[in-house]
């Protein structure tokens, strides 16, 4: 290996490889091929970081409790009074009471369909897991959700419901994603960039789930961590809460915790 002298001398003279002694080609081209190894792995972990980049925002209960009001205004005014509201699980419990107390509507049930697992990470396809459990022949449905992310959830609903012979079909959401490929007939907000939204009722699980991104094959204290929240998905989280997470997935055995030079330190579970 070269040291900085020689580095510094062989770059100021640009002195031709060809006209060192065999020993130190040997050692620049072994400097060389090191060198072009370590950018080829620089690159390869930036672009996984990249990958799994990108702009999240944190919704809270009163920004919630807002939109809901103002979906409620919307359907009322449209003149559509369903017969059963069918809120989507999970994502559509919450906008689902809280819609049908703003149109002080009593008839509210659900089915779940799974798209998504914790921390934005998308199953093969959306499926239903529980299916409308009441008859909806000849009943006017609204069918309510939190999002239109890709659509294909509200799709999915929709075509499962029509198959139930319902005497018709509205879809609303809190937030509509113009990027979705489903627009459904009512929404409060329309969200014209796209970004990953938390809702209160997955916040807790988003957290984890990124953290163990965040996390990876490496081990990682908490500065770090909270650093890369904030570089990766915008978020400024507290200590406090990402300790009690980091904790919870320790305990789950999802994660191991050590100590080192007075640090704590965390690394995914193998």
């Given at each position: ?21 065999a ?42 409790l ?23 699980g ?9 819609v049908?107390d ?37 009943k ?16 999915l ?11 018709s079909?509205?879809?609303?959401v ?9 627009t ?35 081990t ?18 507290k ?5 009690k ?26």
């Amino acid at each position: 290996m070269l040291n900085w002298l020689e580095k510094d001398l062989i770059s100021l003279y640009k002195v031709s490889v060809n006209s060192l002694p065999a020993g130190y080609k040997t050692c620049i081209k072994k400097e060389i091929y090191l060198t072009q190894e370590r950018k080829i792995q620089s690159q390869q972990s930036r672009g996984q970081t990249e990958k799994d980049s990108f702009r999240c925002e944190l919704i809270s209960f009163n920004e919630v409790l807002r939109l809901s009001r103002i979906l409620a205004q919307k359907v009322k005014a449209s003149g559509y009074m369903p017969d059963l509201i069918v809120a989507i699980g999970r994502g559509g419990y919450v906008p689902g009471r809280l819609v049908s107390d703003f149109l002080l509507f009593n008839d509210l049930t659900s089915m779940k369909i799974e798209h998504y697992s914790r921390a934005a990470d998308m199953r093969e396809e959306a499926r239903i897991k529980f299916p409308i459990p009441v008859d909806i022949t000849g009943k006017k449905i609204l069918i309510l959700d939190d999002v239109t992310d890709t659509g294909e959830t509200l799709n999915l609903a929709v075509d499962y419901v029509l198959n139930l012979n319902p005497a018709s079909v509205r879809t609303a959401v809190l937030q509509h994603k113009i990027s979705s490929n489903f627009t459904p007939d009512f929404y409060a907000q329309k969200v014209l960039k796209w970004r990953w939204i938390i809702y209160p009722w997955a916040r807790y699980e988003d957290l984890a789930g990124f953290a163990e991104k965040i996390i990876q094959n490496r081990t990682l204290d908490l500065s770090q961590i909270i650093a890369e929240f904030k570089h990766r998905y915008e978020l400024d989280l507290k200590e406090t809460e990402l300790l009690k997470i980091l904790s919870d997935l320790t305990e789950r055995g999802e994660l191991e915790s050590t100590k080192q030079d007075n640090r704590k330190l965390w690394s995914i579970k193998k």
